[in-house]
């Protein structure tokens, strides 16, 4: 049987697979593990990608960095300030990826010690990161207008 969820006056079918609906995949218990399971293999194909254009042109560190954060960040944490709720092992998939990006883009061996290479490249540990993005959603919420065209500061 599909349900339906409510969005303001409009239904949308839900499955009991996962659902697509603005670039987010709802399951059926709202968990969100399904979009996070895709997205963090999205990211992976961006930065394999960006892997071959660093080789192939030669990239400044610095260079290196703004397109990981640009191509290969923002689609793994795309949704983020949906579930992200200090689920540690949902926290430890993102710092993978955070970690090979550091590896990458300096070129360090794997068991290079993985503090030292984030501050090197200066990426951000990944608790830090999705909570900064909690927070920035949070202060928009906060700076939104009520229905009455004021702000709810």
């Known amino acids: ?8 006056d409009h239904e949308v079918p839900y499955n009991k697979e996962a659902t697509r609906w ?3 995949w709802l399951d059926d218990m709202l968990t969100l593990h399904d979009h996070t399971k895709k997205t963090l293999v999205k990211a992976r194909r961006a930065q394999n990608r960006v892997r071959s254009l660093m ?19 923002a689609v793994a944490l795309y949704g983020s300030e949906l579930w992200w709720h200090g689920q540690e092992n949902r926290a430890q998939e993102v710092q993978k990826l955070l970690n090979e990006q ?6 360090c061996i794997r068991t290079t010690p993985q503090g030292a290479l984030m501050n090197d490249v200066g990426l951000r540990p990944a608790k830090a990161l999705l909570n900064n993005l909690v927070h920035q959603y949070k202060l928009r919420q906060t700076m939104m207008p009520d229905a009455q065209g004021g702000g709810k500061m």
Not at 1 to 8: D, T, Y
Not at 102 to 107: C, K, N, S, V
């Open 102 to 107: 550091g590896r990458r883009a300096t070129g």
């Open 55 to 73: 080789t192939k042109k030669g990239l400044s560190l610095e260079e290196c960095k703004r397109i990981q954060v640009a191509a290969v960040q």
């Open 22 to 24: 603005l670039g987010v």
């Open 1 to 8: 049987m599909n349900a339906l969820v409510r969005v303001g």
